[in-house]
């Protein structure tokens, strides 16, 4: 017999989910581990979701691959486009304090 992290009850070592609460007794099988939490998080998180795909016990390291590549690529795009976006206003700025109309 082992206790459940969330509830403290106690569970069968067999379990891979808490009779009690629900919890995955499972360390990367959880909701966040799967696909569907992956691209939540991923959306909120963007490149900070890695962790969660690399500890991921369900899903294949090929996709662990693709997820890196894609969330890495959207990181480095969301970067440039700070970027861009910081020069056009410092020109912009620059145009309205220098008399540029």
């Known amino acids: ?11 069968d070592e067999t379990d891979f989910y808490c009779r009690h609460c629900g919890r995955s007794l499972q360390p990367g099988r959880g909701f966040l581990f799967t696909h569907a939490g992956i ?3 991923a959306l909120i998180l ?4 890695l962790p969660l795909v690399w500890m991921s016990k369900a899903i294949s390291p090929l996709a662990k691959w693709i997820y890196t590549i894609l969330l890495l ?12 976006l910081y020069l056009s206003i410092q020109d912009a700025a620059s145009m309205m304090l220098g008399g540029g109309f």
């Not at 017999?1 to 569970?11: A, K, L």
């Not at 963007?46 to 979701?49: E, K, L, M, T």
């Open 1 to 11: 017999m082992s206790i459940c992290p969330r509830c403290r009850q106690t569970v």
């Open 46 to 49: 963007g490149p900070f979701a």
């Open 73 to 84: 690529a959207v990181g480095v795009y969301f970067v440039v486009v700070c970027y861009h």
């Open 39 to 41: 691209i939540i998080m």
